[in-house]
């Protein structure tokens, strides 16, 4: 029989991004998917290595969503073991883990802390023993003890796996952003589940074991747009029956994002190449766009104004940078001599606005009692 189980990691329940409600149901929407993979695939048990929520104080509705999900586990005997996360960890020291309470209180889950009294859970059928173990998040001010429970750990199943939601040199090489090298891990483990890069990253060690990062199942900040793109989102099933584990990727469906640079210059075109390409977007989900806006700073105003277009095509968009800049050339200050119509030219060109802009509202100035004002004043508008 099949030694399968499945790794999820970084599911960040309650999550509210932008504080929008659909952020937050697409968080429960992808566990929800998780959730069913795990029984349609008859895993022997779901290994969450990290950050099950987005806080250590989750809301109510987060933990209901939590339980709610999971029954189906339940039901089927098969047992959720997780570790918990940066996120999950209580900044005051009197504070409890949101999965001790949901463990050690109400039973529901496993949870492996690493430097209590039990520090695996273990897995057994038709005689082949695979023990699960785990410890959780420590920050870099206890780097030293964490190296130390690492450095203690004496795996002694048939196949080992070790949970851990740290930072690895190796994947995170900025000061302060690590607390281990792939070489700390101790040896005699066959599946080493990570958490905490929200992107998958699978690597294959010197003696055939794997250690596999899997990524949060939802696209949560925007560098991980591109990734996904590329290698999607979700979790692993692994299967643990022979000696060296294998490895599958498995998607869930997530709400389409993307990052894309609009011209000011140019916007109304520019949104016409953003529906086209909207419409080519195979998921029933409104999509989510980022935007990086470049050109002219003049133009700023005018193209976020337009870009209301975009509303109904997409669940929501955002200026994620801001890249225009100011073209207009130095000009001259404006002269104190000469007739009204010269001053008024010098004065509107020291404004930066361009020869034609000018000419267009000294016309619309000569004829604004005229109707030719407003056809003078559209052409400007449209400018």
Known sequence: ?????????????????????????????VFHQLMEIAVREHVKAVIHTGDLFDVYKPSNRALKVFVDETRVLRENGVPFITIPGDHDTPKVREEVYPQRLLGDSLGL??????????????????????????????????KERLLQILGSLKPDGDRNVLMLHQGFREMLPYDNAWQLEIGNLPKGFQYYACGHVHSRIENVLPDGSRLVVAGSPEIIREEEIEPWAKKGKGGYLVDLSGKEPLTQPINVDVRPQLVEKVRVDDVDSEIDRLLSKLQGLSSKRKPILHLILEGDSARRAVALKRLSRLEGYVDFYRVYKDETVDVREKVSPPQTQGSVEELMASYLKAQGYNEGEVKLILEAVEKYDSDEALEILRKFAEM
Not at 10 to 27: A, I, K, M, P, Q
Not at 117 to 135: A, Q, T
Request: aromatic residues 10%.
């Open 1 to 29: 029989m099949t030694m399968q189980i499945l790794h999820i990691s970084d599911t960040h329940l309650g999550s509210r991004r932008y504080n929008r409600e659909s952020r937050e149901e697409d968080v429960y929407n």
């Open 109 to 142: 889950i496993k949870v492996l802390l690493g430097d209590s009294e039990k520090s695996f859970y273990e897995l057994r059928e038709d005689n082949l023993s695979v023990k699960i173990y785990g410890v959780r998040n420590m920050s870099n001010v206890f």
